[in-house]
T-cell receptor, first 114, second 113 residues
Framework: AQSVTQLDSQVPVFEEAPVELRCNYS??????LFWYVQYPNQGLQLLLK??????LVKGINGFEAEFNKSQTSFHLRKPSVHISDTAEYFC????????????FGQGTTLQVKP | NAGVTQTPKFRILKIGQSMTLQCTQD?????MYWYRQDPGMGLKLIYY???????DKGEVPNGYNVSRSTTEDFPLRLELAAPSQTSVYFC????????????FGSGTRLTVV
C-alpha cells in the first residue's frame, strides 16, 4: 500500500530565508504527486503537481518541488519566504486508475518569522 | 462563485445525535470525496464517489454513511455521534485528479460533546 511521510511537523524560518519542506512516499507502482497549502481556517489549495516529464515542477506563489524517484521524495522549496507563506502544507499521492483518491501526509506547519 | 460549498461551517452535537453534512459542487465533477482532518494526522478519506449512484468506502468509514443521488450533491451522514468524530470535515471534487487536482470546500468544524 502507498503512504506519504512528511518528515517535519513544524518548520520555523525567518522572512526572506529559503525553506525546504520534505516529503517521502512509498509505492511499488508509478505515482502522481501533489503539494497543497492550507491557510488558517480555510480549505486546501493546490500548489503544484508532478505527473511525468521534468522532475522539477513549478507552482504558484514561487514554490517549486523536485521529484526524485530513486529516493522516493518530492520535497517542496522556496528560495525566499514571506510572512504570508505561513500555513500548513500537505504532500499527497495518487496512483494511476480511475478513482482519483489522494493519500495525504501528516502536514508541515511553516512558520515564517519577521 | 463556482466551487464546492459545504454547510454548516460549525456544529456542536451531543453524543448519540445524528446530522448530515452537506456538500454541493457546481462544476459538473464526477468525482467527490469526504475527508476528515485531525491535528497531526493529515487528511483521512472517509468515503468517495466516482459518479451519481456510485459510492465506496475510504480509509475511515465507520460511523458514517453517504449517498450520491445527483452529480452535484454528496452528503455525509453521521449516525449516533461519538466524541471520536470531533474533527474538521472537508468535501472535495475533481473532474480528473491528475489534470486538475481537487477543489476543496471550506470545511465543517464538528464538535461532539
Amino acid at each position: 500500500a502507498q503512504s506519504v511521510t512528511q518528515l517535519d511537523s513544524q518548520v520555523p524560518v525567518f522572512e526572506e530565508a529559503p525553506v525546504e519542506l520534505r516529503c517521502n512516499y512509498s509505492s511499488s507502482v508509478s505515482v502522481y504527486l501533489f503539494w497543497y497549502v492550507q491557510y488558517p481556517n480555510q480549505g486546501l489549495q493546490l500548489l503544484l503537481k508532478y505527473l511525468s516529464g521534468s522532475t522539477l515542477v513549478k507552482g504558484i506563489n514561487g514554490f517549486e518541488a523536485e521529484f526524485n524517484k530513486s529516493q522516493t521524495s518530492f520535497h517542496l522549496r522556496k528560495p525566499s519566504v514571506h510572512i504570508s507563506d505561513t500555513a500548513e502544507y500537505f504532500c499527497a499521492v495518487t496512483l494511476s486508475g480511475n478513482t482519483g483518491k489522494l493519500i495525504f501526509g501528516q502536514g508541515t506547519t511553516l512558520q515564517v518569522k519577521p | 462563485n463556482a466551487g464546492v460549498t459545504q454547510t454548516p461551517k460549525f456544529r456542536i452535537l451531543k453524543i448519540g445525535q445524528s446530522m448530515t453534512l452537506q456538500c454541493t459542487q457546481d462544476m459538473n465533477h464526477n468525482y467527490m470525496y469526504w475527508y476528515r482532518q485531525d491535528p497531526g494526522m493529515g487528511l483521512k478519506l472517509i468515503y468517495y464517489s466516482v459518479g451519481a449512484g456510485i459510492t465506496d468506502k475510504g480509509e475511515v468509514p465507520n460511523g458514517y454513511n453517504v449517498s450520491r443521488s445527483t452529480t452535484e450533491d454528496f452528503p455525509l451522514r453521521l449516525e449516533l455521534a461519538a466524541p471520536s468524530q470531533t474533527s474538521v470535515y472537508f468535501c472535495a471534487s475533481t473532474g480528473g485528479v491528475r489534470a486538475y487536482g481537487y477543489t476543496f470546500g471550506s470545511g465543517t468544524r464538528l464538535t461532539v460533546v
